[in-house]
């Protein structure tokens, strides 16, 4: 008697269950096409400073953000056409950024070997 019981709460729950998650509305289709916020997120070797690469507008902004507060603390975006490409923490307290360049007629951003030290606060 008692496995019949235990299998009647059984069946009794799981039938509840489908009715409680059918008012909750799944992923829509532009959820899954949009284009994602953030990219190549890199932490600082100490853990001091997060850095994510942004399109605003388009174009690749560096963004530096302190790792506990998530506020920003420097943002590295080139003028005109250029844009930031890859970069790389070679310290705590610094970061070095590729400058690509941008061109109407070709698909993918053009680099020409220049790079740029900064410093996380955007003193140097």
């Not at 799981?14 to 959820?31: H, K, R």
């Not at 916020?37 to 994510?52: C, D, F, H, M, R």
Request: net charge neutral; proline share 4%; aromatic share 12%.
């Amino acid at each position: 008697m008692n496995k019949i019981m235990q299998f009647i709460v059984v069946i009794v729950l799981l039938s509840c269950c489908p009715i409680s998650y059918a008012n909750q509305s799944g992923p829509t289709v532009e959820d899954f096409s949009r284009s994602s916020e953030y990219s190549q997120v890199k932490i600082s070797p100490k853990g001091s400073y997060l850095a994510v690469i942004m399109q605003p507008q388009g174009k690749k902004v560096l963004v530096i953000l302190d790792a506990k507060k998530f506020t920003i603390h420097h943002a590295i975006n080139f003028e005109s056409n250029a844009q930031v490409g890859a970069y790389h923490w070679v310290s705590d307290e610094r970061v070095v950024v590729a400058k690509e360049y941008l061109r109407g007629w070709q698909d993918h951003p053009e680099y020409y070997g220049e790079l740029y030290g900064v410093n996380a606060d955007g003193s140097k």
